[in-house]
C-alpha cells in the first residue's frame, strides 16, 4: 500500500511536458454560483469527450456532476420530455467544514484541477482528473494538518421518469439511472465508485495519507451491461493501472496541443486561444453523440431542452476547429443531422409539399425531435401557432437543415477526406433537392419565398441569410459530385442556380450600401435594418467580392458593433475579419471579449453553452491565415504592430500551413500539403518574386499578385522573397 500511495502521490504533480499551455490556470477564489443550473455553468469543466464532470461545493459537500453525452431522455416531444440528463453525482461530505471556504485552480494543459476547503487552520484538498483514454474519474483527498471525517455518497436528482437502482456490492458503491418508460428509445447509464481503503461510505483523512476514489460510468450504447463493466472497471483499479492511465492521459493531451499552435504576447488572448480548445477538446469525441447546446449539463431541466438548436447554435462551437487542426473533435457533428433525415423528408412532404429535407429548430441524437409539439403560447408569448407546422417548430425558418452543411462544407474543404464526402453526400443531395423545388424562377433568377431570414423575423422574400447558405451548399453539392462521380448530370442545374440565384439583399442610405436582412416582409413591404449573417459562416461576402458588396459588408459590421453579445458573436468576429474590418479594432475587442468570462472560460451571462468556445480561436486563424474561396491570404487582417507565429493551421485544400509575423514582415512560411491539391497564395510579399523550396530542395520562382502552384501528397513547400 506504501507503494501504492507513493506513486499516486507522484502522479499529482501536474504534468508540465506540453509544449503550449504550460502555466495558463483556471482559477476560482470562491465556490461555483451556477451550479446546478439550467444553462451554462460556472463550474471547472473535465471530460473527454465522451464523459464529463464538474464539480460545486455548498454546505460541506463537494459534489462532483458526472454527465455523458450519449445519456439522454430520448421521446420525441417538448416541454422537457427529452434532452440530456445528469448521470448523477458523487458527494463528498466533510464534516464540520459546512461554511468552509472553496478556491481551486485548474490545468488547461490535462484538465487536472485541485480544490481546496479551508476551515479555519485545516484545509482538504481534492485533485480530480478525467482519463482521456478510458472513461474513468480519479478524484485524490488529502488533509493538511488535521484528521478528517468524509463521508460519501452516490446520489440523482429527484425525476419521477427516472428509474434509479443504488447499492453497494464488495466495497464499491454504484448506481443505475434510467428513461425506458413513454420513450422512443430507452436510455441507461451505470457509475461505480472504489476507494483505495475498501470503504465507499466513510474514510478518514490523516496528513500526509492520501485517499484515492474510482470512479467509472458507461452507457448502455456503448455496453450491453454497463453496470457490469463499471463494476470491473474500478475493481480493476490499482497503481500500474493509475500510472499507465495518468501517463495515457498526457500523451493525448500532449498529441492534442501539438495538433497545430499560435503565439502572440498577449496572454489574455492566448489563454482564452487555449481555454476554447480545451473545451473542445474535453466534451467533443464521440462520433455519434456530439456536444449539445450546454456541453455539461447540471439539472434535469436544461434551457431549451439542452438540444442541438439548429438556426446555428450548434454549429457554432465546430466553427475554429477546422483551422485549428482538431479534426477529430469536429468529426460527429454531422452524425444527429443525418439520423434525422426520415424525419426531414415527411416535414418537407407535409409542410412545403417538397422533395429532401426540411428540419424543425431542435433536434436530439438517434433521430429524436424534442421539440416535436411545442406548446404556443406558454413561453410568455414568444412562441405562437404559425411557428408550429405539423408539430414541428419551424418559428418561419426554412434554413435549420441548409444551415446544417455549413460545417460539412469546412470539413470537406479542409481534408478532403473522401470517407467523409461519402457519408455526408446523401444529406447534400437531400438539401439540393429541397431547394430546387422551393425556389421560384422568376424574371430570370431564382428567388426564395416564405422563408425567415432568423428566428421570430416572420415570412419574407429572399433573405440574404439564406441565400448565401445555399450558394455554399450547392458549391459543395458540385465538388463532392465530381469528387465522388455521381449525378453528374445534375450539376448544371446547380451551377444554374447558383448563376442565377437571386443576390444579396442591400440598400443604400447617405451613399453608403449596408446588407439587409430581407427583401421585402410577408406583406410586401422594404426589409430595412442590417444583417451580417450571409458574411460568416456561409462565405457570403469575401475580400474576393466585388467593390460594392464587400463596401456593404464593412459597412455593416461597422454598423452593427455587436462584439460584446450573447447571440451570435461566434459569427460576428469572424465576419469582421472575412471583410476586412480594421485588424486593430478587431484585435482590441476580442481582449475584452476574452475578458468578460467565468472563470471556466464561458462568456458571463451567456446562456448558450459551448457556441462561443472557440470565437477567440476562429477569429485568429482567419486574421492570420484566411482561406475562404482556396486563397490562402497570410496576416490579411493582422495589426501591423502585433508579432505573432502560428504552425500548422489548417486551410481549405487540405494544407498545413505555418508563417510568421515580426516587426511587420512576413517570414518562415510553409505549406505541408495532405492530398497533393493545386495552391494559392495570396503574394505576402507584394510586388516580389517567392522561390519554392520543395521537401528541401530549390524548386520554381514565382512572381505575381497571387501565386499558383502544384503540391503533391505529403509534400512540404517553403516560400522565399527574394
Partial sequence: MKNFLLIIGMLLCVYEGFGQPIGYMNVWERAPLHIPNESSTDAPLQGNGDIGMCVGFERGILRYYLTKNDFWRLQSKAEHLSGPRVC????????????????????????????ILQQNVGEVKSYSWVSATENLAIITLSALEDTIEVSLDLNVPHNEMALVEKGESDGTAYLTRAFIEETDIPTTIAFALQTTTGNCKSLILYPGRPIHL???????????????????????????????????????WNSYWDKSSFTIDDKVLMKAYYQG?????????????????????TTDKPTWNGDYHLNYNFYAPFYGLYSANRIEQATGQETPLLDFMQRGRWYAEQVTRTRGILYPVGIGPLGVEVTRDFPVLTDNGYT?????????LFYKQRSHALFGTVNMAQHWRHTYDLNYGKRIYPYVLAIADFWEDFLKFE???????????????????????????LKNALELAIDLSKALKKDKERQTKWQDIIDHLRGLPTWERRGKHFLRGAEEDEKGRQVFGVSFSMIYPANGVTLNS?????????????????????????????????????????????HKYALHTYPNGFQLDNPHGIENSCTVVNTLNEMVCMSVEHKIRLFAVWPETVDVSFKKVRTWGAFLVSASFKTGTVCDVSVFSEKGRPCTVVNPWKGRKVLLVRNGKMGEQLLGEELTFSTSVNETIVLKPL
Fill in 88 to 115: 448523477g453525482y458523487v458527494d463528498i461530505k466533510v464534516k464540520n467544514y459546512g461554511d468552509a471556504g472553496f478556491t481551486a485552480e485548474q490545468s488547461l494543459a490535462n484538465g487536472g484541477t485541485t480544490c
Fill in 214 to 252: 474510482f470512479i467509472a460510468l458507461e452507457s448502455k450504447f456503448k455496453k450491453k451491461n454497463p453496470l457490469k463493466h463499471v463494476l470491473k472497471q474500478v475493481r480493476g483499479m490499482n497503481s500500474m493501472r493509475v500510472e499507465h492511465l495518468w501517463e495515457e492521459h498526457n500523451a493525448w
Fill in 277 to 297: 480548445l480545451y473545451t473542445m477538446g474535453a466534451c467533443s469525441r464521440d462520433k455519434r453523440f456530439p456536444p449539445a447546446l450546454f456541453g455539461w449539463v
Fill in 384 to 392: 405562437e401557432a404559425g411557428d408550429v407546422e405539423s408539430g414541428g
Fill in 443 to 469: 424574371d430570370g433568377q431564382y428567388q426564395i419565398y416564405e422563408d425567415a431570414e432568423n428566428e421570430k423575423s416572420g415570412f419574407c422574400k429572399n433573405p440574404g441569410m439564406s441565400i448565401a447558405l
Fill in 546 to 590: 466585388d467593390s460594392i458588396l464587400l463596401a456593404a459588408g464593412l459597412n455593416t459590421v461597422d454598423a452593427i458593433q455587436q462584439w460584446q453579445h450573447h447571440n451570435a458573436t461566434s459569427s460576428f468576429y469572424p465576419a469582421a475579419v472575412r471583410v476586412g474590418y480594421n485588424p486593430q479594432k478587431i484585435f482590441e475587442e476580442l
